[in-house]
């Protein structure tokens, strides 16, 4: 199995540039969230979903969209790039919030 | 905020020495994890500790978990230069999120 595939590896974006971040899993997973880590502040959650059709906020959503029509695939998208969104981006699923998380290999994003 | 904050931020043992980090956590849980990162890679699960559990073993591991001080600690025996890499505590609660902390750096030296 693939387990959490993310794409692209390595992004730099113009501020103000738009572009989606793709995450897919093949484990049948309901939970899907998407983190940023940044140095010293760990990881930080930016949205999440418990199912298809359903998502919601984490603790940093301001500048990021996302959506989840099927299981398998949770995209984000920024919608207006900052340097500020300078960033590696972990996708991660799992059965729910309260069991084993598997992380994607990370989106290493600079917005110049 | 975060929820979960790792003590020390950094700790440098002697292979065969035993490394021991803890976390901290605000509010209440159903569970607390472990994840282990190595450098430029996706973390990766160690352990969970339910909220009604003290201690757990997985091999070189072991957890424990006092929910009355909202603190748990890790500790990995005989440490190997494998085991160096960034250590992080997560907590899961009924508000549908795994909140992490900062982590702590473990190098082991040969």
């Known amino acids: 199995n693939a387990g959490v595939t993310q794409t692209p590896k390595f992004q730099v974006l113009k501020t103000g540039q738009s572009m989606t971040l793709q995450c897919a899993q093949d484990m049948n997973h309901e939970y899907m969230s998407w983190y940023r880590q940044d140095p010293g502040m760990g990881l930080r959650l930016i949205h999440y979903s418990v199912g298809a059709g359903i998502t919601d906020q984490g603790e940093v959503p301001n500048g990021y969209n996302v959506s989840r029509s099927t299981t398998e695939d949770f995209p984000l998208r920024l919608l207006s790039a900052a340097p500020s969104q300078t960033s590696v981006y972990f996708c991660?699923?799992?059965?729910?919030?309260?069991?084993?998380?598997?992380f994607g290999q990370g989106t290493r994003l600079t917005v110049v | 905020s975060q929820q979960g904050e790792e003590d020390p931020q950094a700790l440098s043992i002697q292979e065969g020495e035993n490394a021991t980090m803890n976390c901290s956590y605000k509010?209440?849980?159903?569970?607390l994890q472990w994840y282990r990162q190595n450098s430029g890679r996706g973390l990766v699960h160690l352990i969970l500790?339910?909220?009604?559990?003290r201690e757990k073993h997985s091999g070189r591991l072991r957890v424990t978990l006092d929910t009355s001080k909202k603190s748990s600690s890790l500790l990995i025996t005989a440490s190997r230069a494998a085991d160096t890499a960034s250590y992080f505590c997560?907590?899961?609660?009924?508000?549908?999120?795994?909140?992490f902390g900062a982590g702590t750096t473990v190098t082991v030296r040969a």
């Open positions: 997560a907590t899961g609660s009924n508000d549908y999120k795994l909140s």
């Open positions: 509010t209440s849980i159903n569970n």
């Open positions: 500790i339910r909220s009604n559990e």
């Open positions: 991660a699923s799992s059965t729910t919030q309260n069991t084993e998380a598997f």
